[in-house]
């Protein structure tokens, strides 16, 4: 009877999973270091984009604010130009709105001011008929205004600007009331702080179109750093490393002698050791290869 060839196996896969497991702890570790530095990165992009949203906000805001700011001025320019036609005389805004003179405005702008000056209009006849009647009318607004009770508490300017269109010194009757226009070069305006807003406004909005072309960018960035080459790549190699080079050799512990044929499955051993090899190295080269060309 032939002998059958016999071979202890068990030092030689210890040996290969030992080997196989210390590979995949390098290349696993490699890759859990990329993890950790790609995480970092994006958390960096995340954070700076949200730095960028709020400065962008703040910005925003500003720039509003001095909007604002300058479409009340003009439109306290407009009242006092037409003032008169506007409230004693029924005109309408829309048809005095001269778009050589205020060239950026238009009268949807305008709407709101226009609109409650007419109903502070109403408010203020009211008292004004009734103070003329008894024969009490002041000469001081600030007298008049400490007098009545106005519907309007935020609407001071319009009261105001009513108030100085009459001519009480002419006429105490409210029907024949004579009405003047105040002299607009007399009222004290601010031509430098106005041209200074506009100056800041258009800094602001140079600013705001800086902050979002860079939110755009740090935005572009972060769903590049959000699908990252070659991870997945990476963990099928270890997966397949493990598979191959350490818990398929391990099942076979303790190899039973003179049972299998024991010079075939040290080749099949070494095949699966070499191809678990063949693939890390692979996968690092490859690796290699793309950080040295980006």
């Known amino acids: 009877m032939r002998e059958v060839f016999s071979i202890d196996l068990n030092g030689l896969i210890s040996t290969i999973a030992t080997a196989i497991a210390a590979i995949v702890a390098i290349v696993g570790g490699f890759l859990f270091s990329r993890l950790l530095t790609l995480s970092s990165e994006k958390n960096g992009f995340v954070r700076r984009i949200k730095e960028l949203e709020s400065d962008l906000l703040f910005r925003n805001k500003q720039s509003e604010n001095i909007s604002d700011w300058l479409l009340w001025e003009d439109a306290k320019d407009f009242i006092r130009e037409n003032g008169k036609e506007i409230i004693f005389n029924d005109a309408n805004f829309e048809e005095i709105i001269n778009p050589h003179v205020s060239p950026y405005r ?22 004004a008929e009734q103070l003329l009647h008894d024969e009490e009318y002041p000469e001081d607004f600030d007298d008049f205004y400490k007098i009545i009770k106005p ?137 290699t290869y793309r950080l040295i060309r980006k």
């Open 106 to 127: 238009t009268a949807d702008e305008y709407r709101p001011y226009i609109q409650k000056l007419v109903e502070v209009k109403t408010d203020f006849f009211k008292f």
């Open 151 to 287: 519907a309007y508490l935020d609407r001071r300017y319009y009261y105001e600007t009513i108030f100085d269109l009459f001519d009480n010194a002419s006429s105490r009757s409210f029907p024949t009331m004579r009405i003047s226009i105040p002299n607009i070069s007399n009222i004290p305006t601010n031509g430098n702080e106005y041209r200074a807003k506009i100056l800041e406004r258009d800094r602001l909005d140079g600013e705001i179109k800086n902050i979002e072309y860079q939110i755009a960018v740090q935005k572009k960035s972060l769903v590049t750093y959000g699908k990252p080459d070659g991870l997945w790549l990476g963990l099928l190699v270890i997966v397949y490393a493990c598979i191959v080079g350490v818990i398929w050799p391990v099942t076979l512990l303790p190899y039973p002698q003179k049972v299998y044929n024991d010079m075939l499955t040290k080749w099949v051993l070494f095949g699966w050791f070499f191809s678990a090899l063949l693939a890390i190295f692979v996968y690092l080269g490859w690796s």
